[in-house]
């Protein structure tokens, strides 16, 4: 019996720039009985980051998870111009590439091997000198490259992050997804690897990044999907959605936005550090 052999996929087509790439309609996503997002709908432009914020269980994550293909969902996503569904996970895997919050590898393989897995999805399609070259040139954008023997298990948090960024972005893949991909790093750390997520955008592909930072969403995407309690509450550019009163109302905290000589938008929150907290009183009596 002849067994018959599986063409690999084809190298999907560059998107033009401000191309719809992901285009999501009346999305909703229930997990154990109970809706955690429901009736999300927005697109993604090829070129553009659109970054998605709100506060904490607003169903952001849950959100890029179904864009991800990992949780099932109700509504329509077409990734270039497919249903999600429809594609193969090797399709999948050279469309769309993802970055989670949590970086779970628990084997001890090399940096290097790691940032490599990111080429996988291309076997049989582009030569093995093109996969090299790519790995190593994400390995230096990265800052990863210094490390790229040691063992992934012994990095930091941070370093773990950087080097999960750069096997996403090595899968080189149209539309890039990122789950606060800045949460582990020092302040130098996060502006690169925004800055990182906002140069892949600049190459022709999209960026689709859950922050948590507003002031990093205002400087870096070009649209932002604000959400809360799963549903959507703004969708537009930084400066129409990143309201004064429509973020203290979500966040449940006075939030400033002030414009910029520039146009760059500068989000301030409400500090307590020189307030007197109202429970301070049981804390300085123990301390008698």
Known sequence: MRLALTRPPTRP?????????????????????????TGISFEV???????????????KTTLLAALSADYRYDGSIRLDGRELTEWTSRELAIRRSVLRQQNMLSFPFRVVDVVKMGRAPWRDIVPVEEDDRIVAAE?????????????????????????????????????????????ALDVNYQEQVLALARAYAGAGNAVVVVLHDLAAAAAYS??????????????????EVMRSELLSEVYRHPIRVIEEDDGSLLVVPRRFADERPSSAAPFEEKRR
């Not at 309609?25 to 109970?34: C, F, H, T, W, Y």
Request: net charge negative.
């Open 139 to 183: 390995l230096s954008r990265t800052d990863t490259l210094r490390f790229a023997e040691r063992t992934f298990t012994s990095l930091s948090g941070g370093e773990r992050a950087r080097v999960a960024l750069a096997r996403a972005m090595a899968q080189r893949t149209g539309v890039l997804l990122l789950d606060e991909p800045s949460a």
């Open 13 to 37: 087509r560059p998107a033009q720039s401000g191309e719809i790439v992901l285009e999501v309609a009346d999305v909703s996503v229930s997990l154990g009985g109970n809706d955690i997002v």
């Open 222 to 239: 070009d649209r932002v999907l604000m959400i809360d309690d799963g549903t959507m509450r703004a969708y537009g550019t930084p400066a």
């Open 45 to 59: 432009r090829a070129g553009e980051v659109l970054a998605i914020i709100g506060p904490n269980g607003a169903g």
